[in-house]
């Protein structure tokens, strides 16, 4: 596969990241950017199409913050078929709700929480 080289600028905090995440996992910087960039276009092209979906979202939020999450999800209606919450040892709450329904509303729930959370992921699953 033909691979085409371009300029990119990192914070510096984001760089040191980036670095120590390659050398975690035995990749150089090319090879884990090229992986996050493959993981984040799949996750955002499943959107593209509007579609009934389903699948689920895991998403870390501070503890705080859980007050607006239970809301989000309560007016969710029929989207949200199964919620488990947890508590990390940090003080996170996190959420794995499984969703189904059209492409656009989960999506538009997808954004809402990830507007508060510190990770929010949606991975469809197989249909």
Same mark, same amino acid.
């Given at each position: 596969?033909?691979?085409?080289?371009?300029?990119?600028?990192?914070?510096?905090?984001?760089?040191?990241?980036?670095?120590?995440?390659?050398?975690?996992?035995?990749?150089?910087?090319?090879?884990?950017?090229?992986?996050?960039?493959?993981?984040?276009?799949?996750?955002?092209?499943?959107?593209?199409?509007?579609?009934?979906?389903?699948? +689920? *979202?895991?998403a @870390?939020?501070?503890?705080?913050?859980? =007050?607006?999450?239970?809301?989000?999800?309560?007016?969710? !209606? /029929?989207? +949200? *078929?199964?919620? @488990?919450?947890?508590?990390s040892?940090? =003080?996170?709450?996190?959420?794995?709700?499984?969703?189904? !329904? /059209?492409?656009?509303?989960?999506? @538009?729930?997808?954004?809402?929480?990830?507007?508060?959370?510190?990770?929010?992921?949606?991975?469809?699953?197989?249909l």
């Amino acid at each position: 596969m033909k691979k085409r080289r371009f300029g990119i600028s990192l914070d510096e905090d984001l760089f040191e990241e980036l670095d120590r995440a390659a050398r975690a996992i035995g990749a150089d910087r090319s090879r884990l950017i090229s992986l996050a960039t493959r993981e984040y276009l799949v996750e955002r092209i499943h959107f593209e199409r509007v579609h009934e979906c389903e699948g +689920v *979202l895991v998403a @870390s939020y501070p503890a705080e913050s859980k =007050g607006e999450v239970d809301k989000l999800l309560e007016n969710s !209606g /029929s989207l +949200v *078929l199964s919620r @488990s919450h947890f508590h990390s040892r940090g =003080g996170c709450c996190v959420e794995v709700i499984y969703l189904r !329904g /059209s492409s656009d509303s989960v999506w @538009s729930l997808h954004a809402a929480i990830g507007r508060i959370c510190r990770a929010c992921r949606y991975i469809p699953t197989c249909l």
